[in-house]
C-alpha cells in the first residue's frame, strides 16, 4: 500500500503549514518531531516516522535522552538525525541560558529554574554544580564541578571557593539533581549547604540558593528557610 506523501494533505494538516498558523503549542509531540526530522522514510512519512518513534521508546521524553546507539538502531534515524536532534536540545539549553542573564537571576526565578532543569534532571548520576553571579547578581556562567554516582557525588568545599574567587563571583547559586526523581532535600544537602554558606561568607562571598532539580521539579532551600 503507498503512503501518501504529506505535501499531499491538505494544507491545514501539515505540520509546518499548521505551526505557521497557528503556533508551536498548538501541534502535536509527534508533529513537531515531524517537523525535526524533515522527512520520512520508504513506506513512512516523517510524521508515520515520529510516531513510531514515541511509542517504540515510551515516550517523547525518552527518546530525546536515549543514547547514540539505542537511538540510532531504530530504522529511520540515524546518525545525521541524531547529531541535529542533539544541536536542537542543546539550543533550548543556551536559551534559557541567555534568559538568565536578562537582568537579575532574583528576577528571573522561573528561566533559572527551568534551565538547571533542562540541564539536571535526565542525567543518570548526581551532578554538583554552581550559578555564579556578579554583586548585581546577573548572570557570570554556569559550571559543573563534581560529577558521582546515581546515589550522590562528593563535594569539596574549598573547590567551590576556588572557583568562585577565580570567576570573581559575588553570589552562588548552587545546584545539584537526584536521579531518583525525587527532588526532596536530604539532611546531606542541608549540613553542605550550611557549610559552604559559612565557608564563602569569610570571603564575602553569598549562597543565595540551593536548589536541588528532581523529576519535572525543582526544590529551593531558600524558600523552605534553611539558608
Given amino acids: 500500500m503507498s503512503i501518501m506523501s504529506i505535501r499531499n494533505w491538505p494544507e491545514s494538516d501539515r505540520p509546518r503549514e499548521k505551526l505557521l498558523k497557528i503556533g508551536a503549542a498548538g501541534l502535536s509531540e509527534a508533529e513537531l518531531l515531524a517537523i525535526l526530522l524533515g522527512t520520512g522514510v520508504r513506506g513512512r512519512n516523517a510524521l508515520d516516522l515520529a510516531r513510531d518513534l514515541i511509542a517504540d521508546f515510551g515516550s517523547l521524553r525518552a527518546f530525546l535522552t536515549a543514547d547514540k546507539t539505542r537511538a540510532c538502531r531504530t530504522r529511520g534515524f540515524g546518525t545525521a538525525r541524531y547529531v541535529a536532534l542533539q544541536a536542537a536540545l542543546e539550543l533550548t539549553r543556551r536559551h534559557y541560558q541567555e534568559l538568565m542573564k536578562v537582568g537579575s537571576a ?9 534551565f538547571v532543569q533542562l540541564r ?3 542525567l543518570p548520576y548526581e551532578v554538583f554544580c554552581c550559578l555564579l553571579l556578579d554583586s ?3 548572570v557570570l556562567g554556569f559550571e559543573e564541578l563534581f560529577r558521582g554516582t546515581i546515589d550522590g557525588a562528593i563535594v569539596y568545599p574549598r573547590e567551590v ?4 574567587l577565580a570567576r570573581n563571583a559575588a553570589a552562588l547559586i ?3 539533581n537526584h536521579p531518583s526523581g525525587i527532588a526532596e532535600p536530604s ?3 542541608r549540613n553542605l549547604t ?6 564563602l561568607a569569610l570571603v564575602d562571598i553569598k549562597v543565595l540558593d540551593h536548589l536541588v532539580v528532581g523529576d519535572g521539579v525543582c526544590e529551593s532551600l531558600a524558600e523552605r528557610g534553611w539558608l
Fill in 194 to 199: 550550611v557549610r559552604l554558606r559559612d565557608a
Fill in 106 to 114: 532574583l528576577e528571573n526565578p522561573q528561566a533559572t529554574r527551568e
Fill in 187 to 189: 539532611p546531606a544537602d
Fill in 161 to 164: 571557593l576556588r572557583l568562585a
Fill in 120 to 122: 539536571l534532571r535526565d
Fill in 174 to 176: 548552587l545546584v545539584h
Fill in 136 to 138: 548585581r547578581y546577573r
